[in-house]
């Protein structure tokens, strides 16, 4: 189904829609689908053409599983935007359904190791850190991927797929000096969050120290909490960053015990239910909320 009849379906047709951005549709029969939000919105503003959502917004995708009605649209689709490893349901449904062509985002990005960027004690899963999109850079190469293969189903529009992919390379790389300029001189450089999720921001000159790991449930050890603490005091931190999705519990004991701030900052890992938001606008609001914690 498409996203534009799903939301309708919920009752957020208004928000939910203009949250990806319908496309022009005027190649109507193009079926795309994208597993979670950040590569639904690389597949809309690329295609111009709406995209099946498999992840519901308002859901937590590390665990999402996948109905029928999803399953089947990763079958009749023609392209298949996903992420290795990332939804083991979505993978397996594009090995046993999938007959169009299917860009697996991990390949094309190159997935930082985990502990290149993280220090905190934890076992990251698989060594790689998936969540590739918060680097606008990242998100611009997939959209030239995504381009070479819409051009290989959609011959006929390939000039559009080519300008649409590099006007998201210009919105990816102008982010990307908002990034460099808006976090350049922050008087701190440490940022407690709520999960492992944030290592790609770490080129900006920050520090990410996660209180879970790279899943959301996971459960952080009391020698980690101590050493939080520790770091939190050491190092004159403001605030504990909670999550949009995510169970901000955690967050929000570390910060109460420590009589320190709670903002959010979002991994854009989906959009909340009937948000109006998208990737730059949620983008945009994590670099002013850095600024704001870090005293940029």
């Not at 594009?94 to 993280?118: F, K, Q, S």
């Amino acid at each position: 189904m498409r996203i534009a009849l799903a939301c309708a379906l919920v009752a957020t047709s208004l928000t939910g829609c203009a949250a990806l951005g319908v496309g022009d549709g005027d190649d109507g029969d193009l079926e795309i689908a994208a597993a979670f939000y950040p590569l639904a919105y690389v597949a809309e503003r690329v295609s111009g053409h709406d995209v099946d959502l498999l992840t519901t917004p308002g859901a937590e995708p590390h665990d999402f599983e996948l109905t029928i009605k999803e399953t089947a649209e990763v079958a009749g689709a023609d392209l298949v935007v996903y992420e290795r490893d990332f939804q083991p349901a979505v993978d397996a449904a594009v090995d046993e359904t999938a007959e169009g062509i299917a860009i697996d985002a991990a390949d094309v990005v190159g997935l930082l190791d985990g502990e290149e960027h993280a220090d905190d004690g934890h076992e990251h899963e698989g060594g790689l850190d998936p969540h590739f999109w918060l680097d606008p850079l990242r998100m611009a190469d997939l959209g030239d991927e995504v381009a070479l293969k819409l051009t290989d189903i959609d011959p006929d529009h390939r000039q559009k797929y080519r300008d649409n992919a590099a006007a998201l390379r210009l919105d990816m790389e102008r982010l990307d000096r908002e990034y460099v300029d808006g976090l350049a001189g922050c008087r701190l450089h440490t940022v407690v969050v709520s999960h492992d999720a944030f290592g790609y921001l770490e080129k900006y000159g920050l520090h990410f120290e996660p209180i879970a790991g790279l899943s959301p449930d996971a459960e952080p050890t009391p020698a980690h909490l101590a050493d939080l603490q520790e770091l939190a005091h050491d190092e004159g931190i403001t605030t504990v960053f909670t999550e949009t999705l995510g169970s901000r519990k955690m967050a929000d004991t570390l910060a109460r015990d420590l009589g320190l701030e709670t903002a959010t900052l979002d991994p854009l890992e989906g959009l909340a239910e009937g948000s109006s938001d998208d990737y730059l606008s949620v983008m945009r609001r994590n670099l002013a909320n850095l600024e704001t914690a870090n005293q940029c």
